[in-house]
């Protein structure tokens, strides 16, 4: 009776496929028939659900590299990108140097100060990649003051800004949408 009450737990957390199904099926059996395969399928669903930890260096990796660009600070801008980014600005393959230059770009002659901030809408999800691991992609808004000796010119713009973040915790991809 024992083994058939098993059997029918691990038969309904399997098909929940959650970590709280299996979690429950482990607090009634934790020495259970099934309770080894229950361990496994727990890792498998950390691997593709987005856990509290992740989307916080998610959010803290997309924050310094703002901040980078704020203060002109090219290498902790480094620091928040991979070596060679798959997309960056609809630009394929690019390179660490494409972001630094992205950066110098903002700062027109007339430009004296930029910050970047970030909204209060950031969504993170885990996508997986063709290698099998995750990365964690965050679709945000971002908007733009410009202090510039010009007046007449821009002074503000507001972004909706998709990125993929690293297992690292470094952007491997960025894209940024004009609103």
């Not at 659900?49 to 902790?76: G, M, S, Y």
């Not at 209060?120 to 000796?149: G, H, M, P, Q, W």
């Not at 713009?157 to 973040?165: Q, R, S």
Request: a negative charge; one cysteine or more.
């Amino acid at each position: 009776v024992l083994n058939k009450i098993d059997s029918i737990d691990y038969e309904i957390a399997s098909r929940e496929n959650t970590i709280a199904a299996y979690n429950r099926y482990l607090q009634l059996h934790p020495d259970g028939k099934y309770a080894g395969q229950v361990q496994n399928s727990i890792e498998d669903e950390k691997m593709t659900e987005l856990q509290p930890e992740e989307e916080a260096t998610a959010r803290a990796v997309c924050k310094r590299f703002f901040q980078a660009i704020n203060a002109r600070e090219e290498n902790k801008l480094l620091e928040t990108v991979t070596d060679c980014l798959t997309d960056f600005l609809n630009r394929k393959d690019a390179s660490s140097a494409d972001v630094v230059t992205f950066m110098n770009k903002l700062y027109k002659e007339d430009v004296t100060n930029l910050n970047w901030h970030i909204l209060d809408d950031f969504k993170a999800e885990k996508v997986k990649k063709e290698d099998n691991t995750y990365n964690v992609k965050a679709v945000f808004s971002a908007e733009l003051k410009i202090e510039r000796t010009d007046t007449s010119k821009e002074k503000y713009g507001k972004y909706i800004v998709t990125c993929e973040i690293s297992p690292e915790g470094r952007i491997t991809r960025l894209n940024m949408k004009r609103l």
